[in-house]
């Protein structure tokens, strides 16, 4: 009897779960965030072991890429690359990208060069799955509670660069940043690109507020554009030039930005016919 009552409220939940989803805002925007994360564990889980054939190695970002370019289609987002032509053809350099949300990880995989890892967070190595994946395909951690550490982190990175022929993606906000904009820039990325001595290569990806917003618990479908700067030569660059390199980048990137912005805010609708 027991059971019956039991299976008769678990039938009663599951036929009630698309009303929710049907009716509720908030409710639709947690499964789509909490699939979000799910589909990321299972596709690390199908990474693993394709990446483990070859060890730690940057050309396992090509199987994470490859894995990862599906997922902007299951939630019917749009995307477009401006600019590609602007990526140096055969040398390392250090992109610098603006970080709105986890989703920024669809944009990356959709204009990631080859031989090119990101800089993140030490956290993520410790998200199961998904932090073995990082790890086979090379990604360089950062402790950002250790200052030291992580600049010595960066400075090992860029001899690797050029060592081993690698490219570098770094979002130098140094967190997401939901608001709307850009976060003053940290300057980790371009001390790095001074010391390789390698162009520093902006990516803007439009802003998702139309689409995807956090505090509204919103995520439709919608239109991203990504769209890559042209790159800035550090050649004969020292330290003493960074902060004015930084904020040369950051200007740059803004008005990019806020001119995305601008074009693909939806427009009003029409005033109804009275
Ligand atoms: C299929 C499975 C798929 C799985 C998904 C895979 C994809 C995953 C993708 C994941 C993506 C995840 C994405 C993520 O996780 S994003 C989060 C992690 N990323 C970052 O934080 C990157 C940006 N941060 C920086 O660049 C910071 O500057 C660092 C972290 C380096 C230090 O930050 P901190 O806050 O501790 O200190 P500070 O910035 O005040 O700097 C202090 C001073 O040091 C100077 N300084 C800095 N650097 C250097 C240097 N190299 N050589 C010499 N000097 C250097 C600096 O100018 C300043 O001096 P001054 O200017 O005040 O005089
Ligand atoms: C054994 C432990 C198991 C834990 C399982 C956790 C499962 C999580 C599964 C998938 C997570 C997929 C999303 C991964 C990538 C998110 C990248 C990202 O955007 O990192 C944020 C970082 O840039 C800035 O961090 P903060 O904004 O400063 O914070």
Redesign the pocket.
């Known amino acids: 009897m027991e059971v019956t009552v039991g299976t008769a409220a678990l039938a009663l939940a599951l036929l009630l779960l698309p009303v929710l989803y049907e009716r509720s805002g908030s409710f639709r925007f947690f499964c789509k965030m909490g699939f979000y994360n799910g589909w ?1 564990l299972l ?2 889980l199908v ?1 693993i072991p394709l990446c483990a054939l070859r060890g730690r190695d940057v050309e396992n970002m090509k199987i ?1 890429r490859g ?2 370019q599906h997922v902007k289609h299951l939630y019917g987002i749009r995307m477009a690359v401006r600019g590609a032509q602007h990526f140096p053809p055969r040398q390392p350099y250090v992109v610098v990208s603006n ?1 709105q949300s986890s989703l920024d ?1 669809l944009g ?1 995989m959709e204009v990631l060069p080859d031989r090119c890892v ?4 030490r956290e ?1 190595l410790y998200m199961g799955a ?1 932090g073995v ?2 790890w086979l ?1 090379g ?1 360089i951690f ?1 402790d ?1 509670k250790r ?1 030291h550490d ?2 010595s982190v ?2 090992e990175a860029a001899h690797t660069m050029l060592s081993q022929d690698v490219r570098v993606w ?6 997401r940043n939901h608001s709307g904009s850009m976060l003053p820039f ?4 371009f ?2 690109a001074v ?1 390789a001595q390698v162009p520093v290569v902006p990516i803007v990806i439009s802003s998702y507020q139309h689409f995807y917003s956090k505090r509204e618990r919103r995520f439709t479908a919608g239109q991203c554009v990504i769209q890559v700067l042209p790159p800035l030569p550090t050649r004969g660059l020292g ?1 003493a030039d ?2 004015a390199l930084t904020e040369r980048v950051r200007a740059a990137m803004l008005e990019a930005f806020e001119a995305l912005s601008a074009e693909l805010r939806p427009t009003a609708p029409p005033p109804a016919p009275q």
């Open positions: 990321i596709l690390a990474a994470i894995l990862m970080h990880l990356m990101p800089i993140a967070k993520l998904v994946a990082c395909g990604i950062i950002r200052t992580a600049i960066m400075a770094v979002f130098p906000e140094g967190t940290k300057r980790g990325a001390h790095l010391q330290p960074v902060p």
